[in-house]
């Protein structure tokens, strides 16, 4: 077992063997859940909706399936929540924002829409960044989600709600999106693994955008191979997404592919990124000598990676989503700035007085740095570096520019496109998870996978649960 | 930059912001000058892929209901190196992205 033989924490994969083999009940796991929740999200505030009737009656359904042997999947029966962001057909999706505090959607997103067809169960919805970027917002109707592992401390964001809902046990696994971190930081500062899969391999239709050239959706869950689980549910072309490309699942899909071993793979290190670029706390270089050694010790062959640096990916990365971000929202900042958070209008309102050069010089270096980034997978099959700087700040420490003012590791495999995840390698002496990055080559998301899995493995890091 | 300038960059922009609000502004928009100060300016004028635009692949595929023989023809299957079998495996592809009510799938998709 991965997880723990508590059914709140149990690991996707272990619930979905223990239902296969029905010595799990779909209704007693979600019901399990929805208590969790009950008693603590008034601590975590991680869900802004909770859909109890809707739940039990999936579970029900997948209840019966067990019973009659026609289960659809490892991901039947299995509860689940989703970033607030995600539309869900009669369920209220608001961003966290007043602006859409009355939109219910008719339809439910394509990454949604599989994994109900896939069985599992939904839960609700969860906290995000207002628009998945303006946050931690205290001036909206709802507070920021805090950190399970210390309720002072900062989810990350924006998936902020998919972070302590996962760590805290209130859902097995999530949906979040990422473009510029979102998934990564959120994971890393809350001890779970999450994946911005490479762009374009997951539907973001029906997937309120920030930035639509960087936005991708992608699984939050507690291990690594619980998001190759849910990547294999939400994986493949859609054709109403205009950014969806085809793409070949692994043999035996992606979470086979994050089980089969890593001996012999190539890792380039990024190390100007947390040596030089952004220096990380003593911690973080402990963390990140350690995950070296482990990544030897696995029979992998690793080496420094040089590459452009952190700044230049940041810039690209902040202004490509200040433009975008205030194109989508100029009709209502506009009309009405005061109805956003004041985290919002920081981060994106300049958007709207930055010159269209700038925007367009930003479009152009991305492509420059994205060929620089992927040209290094000649020489390697993944590229490894910190997740973040150091562990959760305080949410009191979190400052409105932070992004714009610093850069951050995540930038620069949004920029090139390719998959990144950030899986809990170990804790600092203060008790706090600590995400390591890994970073693919486009389409290279089976062999991340690979890595976060042999990572949180040979670490023992998914033995440890906050303390709630 | 001056509070004048900033007035103007915001009444370019169309915002009618508070003191507070504009002050906000101000300091963030300092951060996106010194990102957009690493950008490179110098480069060659042939260096355009970033601005291509992808025009659909294929004509909009007919509405449920209607006629799918204009659209198959246009719209090759991997079938269709083989002539005699062609024909049938469009038109079977075809009706079953029809009874979908999905869009053909773009060409170059199919060819990966």
């Known amino acids: ?468 | 930059m001056t509070r004048e300038e900033l007035d103007l960059l915001v009444r370019r922009a169309g915002l009618t912001l508070n003191a507070g609000q504009k002050a906000d502004l101000a300091v963030a928009f300092q951060h996106l000058l010194a990102l957009a100060a690493c950008l490179p300016r110098r480069r060659p004028l042939a260096d355009e892929p970033a601005f291509v635009f992808h025009p659909p692949l294929s004509p909009p595929g007919p509405k449920p209901g209607q006629g799918a023989a204009r659209t198959a023809a246009r719209t090759p299957t991997k079938t269709a190196a083989k002539p005699k079998a062609a024909p049938k495996a469009q038109a079977k592809a075809q009706t079953r992205s029809q009874a979908k009510g999905k869009p053909a799938r773009p060409k170059a998709a199919r060819r990966r």
């Open chain 1, 1 to 468: 077992m991965r997880g723990s033989d508590v059914l709140h924490h149990l690991s996707i994969a272990d619930a979905a063997g223990m239902i296969r083999a029905r010595r799990l009940s779909p209704v007693e796991l979600t019901r399990s859940l929805l208590d969790r929740i009950e008693r603590l999200n008034p601590r975590l505030d991680a869900y802004l909706t909770v859909t109890e009737p809707q739940a039990i009656a999936a579970a029900r359904a997948a209840e019966r399936a067990q019973m009659q042997g026609a289960l659809k999947g490892p991901l039947a029966g299995i509860p689940l929540a989703y970033k607030d962001i995600f539309d869900t057909e009669g369920v209220r999706t608001t961003a966290q924002s007043r602006l859409l505090e009355a939109n219910v959607p008719a339809a439910d997103a394509e990454a949604v829409r599989r994994l109900a067809a896939a069985g599992a169960v939904m839960l609700g919805k969860l906290a995000t960044h207002e628009f998945a970027i303006g946050g931690p917002a205290f001036d909206l109707p709802r507070p920021p989600a805090r950190n399970p592992w210390d309720t002072e401390r900062f989810t990350g964001g924006s998936s902020s709600g998919s972070g302590a809902a996962v760590a805290a046990g209130l859902a097995l696994g999530s949906l979040g999106s990422d473009t510029g971190g979102s998934i990564r930081f959120p994971a890393a500062f809350c001890g779970i693994a999450g994946l911005k899969p490479t762009a374009g391999l997951v539907s973001r239709r029906g997937v309120i955008p920030l930035a639509p050239s960087l936005d991708t959706a992608g699984p939050m869950a507690w291990t690594a191979e619980d998001c190759g689980l849910l990547l294999d549910a939400i994986a493949g072309y859609d054709p109403l997404d205009p950014a969806s490309v085809p793409s070949t699942p692994p043999p035996g899909g992606y979470a086979a592919a994050a089980r089969r071993g890593i001996k012999g793979l190539k890792v380039g290190m990024l190390r100007r990124f947390y040596e030089t670029d952004l220096p990380a706390t003593a911690e973080v270089l402990e963390q990140m000598a350690e995950a070296e050694r482990l990544l030897k010790e696995l029979g992998c062959s690793v080496a420094t990676a040089d590459c452009p640096s952190l700044l230049a990916f940041n810039a690209v990365n902040r202004l490509i989503i200040c433009a975008e971000a205030f194109a989508l929202h100029e009709a209502d900042l506009t009309t009405r700035p005061e109805a956003y958070s004041r985290a919002f209008r920081v981060r994106v309102m300049a958007g709207g007085v930055m010159r269209a050069t700038d925007y367009i010089q930003a479009q152009r270096h991305r492509r420059s740095l994205a060929a620089e980034l992927n040209a290094l997978f000649e020489r390697f099959d993944v590229l490894v570096t910190a997740a973040t700087p150091g562990p959760a700040p305080r949410l009191a420490d979190v400052t409105l520019d932070d992004g714009l003012a610093r850069p951050t590791y995540a930038a620069p495999a949004n920029v090139s496109g390719g998959p990144a995840m950030s899986v809990c390698a170990g804790f600092a002496p203060n008790g706090l998870p600590l995400g390591l990055q890994i970073i693919g080559p486009p389409h290279g998301d089976a062999t991340v996978l690979a890595v976060g899995h042999a990572v949180e493995e040979a670490s023992g890091s998914r033995s440890r649960r906050p303390a709630l």
